[in-house]
């Protein structure tokens, strides 16, 4: 039976094909302790024993395991930098794909489709928002938001380059808002895991913003490798501030003026050669 984080993540592996085997143990281990406290689990045999006991229980596990952060409008340096600096590059394509990879509630998917339809440019615009977590999908897909959160959101909209009123892409429900109809027709909730599953879509932008951070070396550098695959000629790549693509093999290059966006380099890309011995797995 399994006794620590690790062994945990490999049975799930092995039994339901949901793989958290390289994600940070720290992390992982605190999300473990968590969900064994809110079920009145004695540790982590048991809560195999209950999972196994009823194999749909997965979903709920896998939703339960990941870090569900969104926010509207998070970040706002970064997506002003992606405003000054990427929307003109953008408009010059007839048809523009962005990916959000790990868009958790889709709070940070509504932002972009947000910007891009004052930028003039969501028309010609399709979001791929993806999750493992099919529960924070499902919540994503019904594009509502805590009133509250709209009011709080306001300031970082405006920092982000956004013009108008925040409220104006809403409409009341109860004490929720709504993502207008029209915005949300251009998202697409995806359900995709990093650590399995392939390219699936070619993209202009891809935003992976936070995500890596709780990652072991060797998923981040799957994921960029993904990501790598995904971007079409002249696409970007916009991570977290917390976040650069080390070990990505030479795949990317800083777009100059930005601490945030990076472009594919334009040499042959070597493969993904993992450092020997392992630096230190925190991401500056």
């Known amino acids: ?68 952060v969104s926010q509207l409008f998070r970040e706002p340096g970064t997506l002003g930098e992606l405003r000054r600096l990427v929307f003109p590059a953008l408009s010059s394509f007839p048809a523009i794909t962005v990916w959000h990879a790990g868009c958790a509630a889709g709070q940070e998917a509504y932002s972009m489709a947000i910007l891009l339809d004052e930028a003039g440019l969501l028309p010609r615009s399709r979001i791929f928002a993806s999750d493992i977590s099919a529960g924070a999908l499902a919540q994503a897909a019904r594009g509502l938001v805590p009133a509250a959160q709209l009011g709080e959101a306001a300031p970082r909209h ?21 993502l207008s109809r029209r915005l949300m027709s251009h998202i697409s909730f995806v359900r995709h895991n990093l650590a399995t599953d392939a390219v699936f879509c070619e993209a202009n932008l891809i935003l992976c913003c936070n995500v890596l951070i709780y990652f072991e070396r060797p998923l981040q550098c799957r994921a960029l490798e993904l990501f790598s695959d995904s971007l079409v000629r002249g696409g970007h790549l916009c991570l977290g501030q917390r976040e650069t693509p080390i070990g990505a093999g030479g795949r990317f290059a800083p777009m100059p003026g930005s601490r945030w966006i990076y472009r594919p380099t334009a040499q042959p890309r070597p493969p993904l050669v993992l450092p020997f011995p392992p630096p230190d797995e925190r991401i500056p």
């Open 1 to 68: 039976m399994p006794h620590d984080a690790a062994d945990f993540a490999a049975w799930v592996y092995r039994d339901f094909g949901h793989d958290f085997r390289q994600y940070r143990l720290g992390t992982l281990g605190r999300r473990l302790r968590h969900l064994c406290a809110g079920l009145h689990l004695d540790g982590l045999a048991a809560l195999r024993d209950w999972l196994a006991s009823d194999p749909r229980r997965i979903d709920y596990v896998v939703d339960q395991l990941c870090v569900p």
């Open 158 to 178: 405006r920092a982000s380059g956004g013009t108008g009123d925040l409220a104006r892409h809403f409409t009341a429900q109860g004490d929720q808002m709504r």
